[in-house]
């Protein structure tokens, strides 16, 4: 199975600022690279699909990057709802996985 | 817009059958995949497989021995079926739609929590 990690698996931060989540393949796995948003007792939120297309309806201060097996999230001018879990996930093989989460709270 | 609805029953004792039904509406299940993924309390997500109309059903191989996904295209739905719980596979259980071109989920249904216990 491809194994995927999240760096850091939490981070404090204030209202306007800028976050950065990293995302690591054991495997190469193209740009086959998901991420979700998941708020607490709510179903997760697709964001990003493909490394770095925006799921529509997602506000432009999402953005993703990568290939192979490095990948990053960034999230410009952090507004109040998105203090949240991000998870990646790969669909480049079965069985699909997920990284393990980060939190991202309120500093 | 698609919609995702979870059903089944909340409470499953040990050794028994967990039973789940997703019903899809605003779309067909013919095309897309469809996939299962569930999040015991307080922790990540696992990815437990999925079906697609073509008859083609992939699973997780932690899981496979015990999981049974299939769907009716007539009536619009998709299943899940795991034999043999135990209090480890109590968990929100997820539907979501994967994308046909690299099986994203999106959207999710809301989840429903099934609870191993006697």
């Known amino acids: 199975d491809i194994q995927m990690t999240q760096s850091p698996s939490s981070l404090s931060a204030s209202v306007g600022d800028t976050v950065t989540i990293t995302c690591r393949a054991t495997q190469y796995i193209n740009s086959y690279l998901h991420w979700y948003q998941q708020n607490p007792g709510k179903a997760p939120k697709h964001l990003i699909y493909g490394s770095s297309s925006l799921q529509s309806g997602v506000p432009s201060r999402f953005s993703g990057s990568g290939s192979g097996t490095d990948f990053t999230l960034t999230i410009s001018s952090l507004q109040p709802e998105d203090f949240a879990t991000y998870y990646c996930?790969?669909?480049?093989?079965?069985?699909?996985?997920f990284g393990p989460g980060t939190k991202v709270d309120i500093k | 817009q698609v919609q995702l609805q979870e059903s089944g029953p909340g409470l499953v004792k040990p050794s028994e059958t967990l039973s789940l039904n997703c019903t899809v509406s605003g779309a067909s299940i013919i095309g897309p995949y469809w996939n299962w993924i569930r999040q015991p309390p307080g922790k990540g997500l696992e990815w437990i497989g999925y079906?697609?109309?073509?008859?083609?059903?992939k699973y997780n191989p932690s899981l496979k021995s015990r999981v049974t996904i299939s769907g009716d295209t007539s009536k619009n739905y998709f299943s899940l079926k795991m034999r043999s719980v135990t209090a480890a596979d109590t968990a929100i259980y997820y539907c979501?739609?994967?994308?046909?071109?690299?099986?994203?989920?999106?959207?999710w249904g809301q989840g429903t929590l099934v609870t191993v216990s006697s």
């Open positions: 079906f697609y109309y073509s008859g083609t059903i």
């Open positions: 996930q790969q669909s480049y093989t079965t069985p699909f996985t």
């Open positions: 979501a739609r994967g994308d046909p071109r690299h099986n994203w989920s999106h959207p």
